[in-house]
């Protein structure tokens, strides 16, 4: 299975951009999918993850109120709908996938990973 994220651009500070992840290749359906990003120089961090299954969304606290993460259960595809970005969210995001039911916030929770799409926020 691989997932293919898009919707990364350049934006300037305030603005708004919306991600997409979906699987390709064979019929998929994970427990839950989620995003991290990375900045150069700095470690994978989790951003946010959501579970059609268990309904549970979490986010990390430096995303909260400002970024929302959905997911279309019949197309196995999530979002990440960013608004007010700030130029410390520039960063490539990738998306994941869990089909184990860890629904967590650690790089390990995830099997299937994404390629990354580059959001880069001006100030």
């Known amino acids: 299975v691989q997932l293919q994220a898009s919707g990364g651009g350049l934006v300037q500070a305030g603005g708004s951009l919306r991600l997409s992840c979906a699987p390709s290749?064979?019929?998929?359906?994970?427990?839950?999918m989620g995003w991290f990003r990375q900045a150069p120089g700095k470690e994978r961090e989790f951003v946010a993850t959501?579970?059609?299954?268990?309904?549970?969304?979490y986010y990390a606290d430096s995303v909260k109120g400002r970024f929302t993460i959905s997911g279309d259960n019949a197309k196995s595809t999530v979002y990440l709908q960013m608004n007010s970005l700030k130029p410390e969210d520039s960063a490539t995001y990738y998306c994941?996938?869990?089909?184990?039911?860890?629904?967590?916030?650690?790089?390990?929770?995830?099997?299937?990973w994404g390629q990354g799409t580059l959001v880069t926020v001006s100030s």
């Open positions: 994941a996938a869990d089909s184990r039911r860890r629904v967590g916030r650690n790089r390990s929770d995830y099997d299937y």
């Open positions: 290749g064979r019929t998929f359906s994970p427990y839950a």
């Open positions: 959501f579970s059609w299954r268990s309904a549970t969304t």
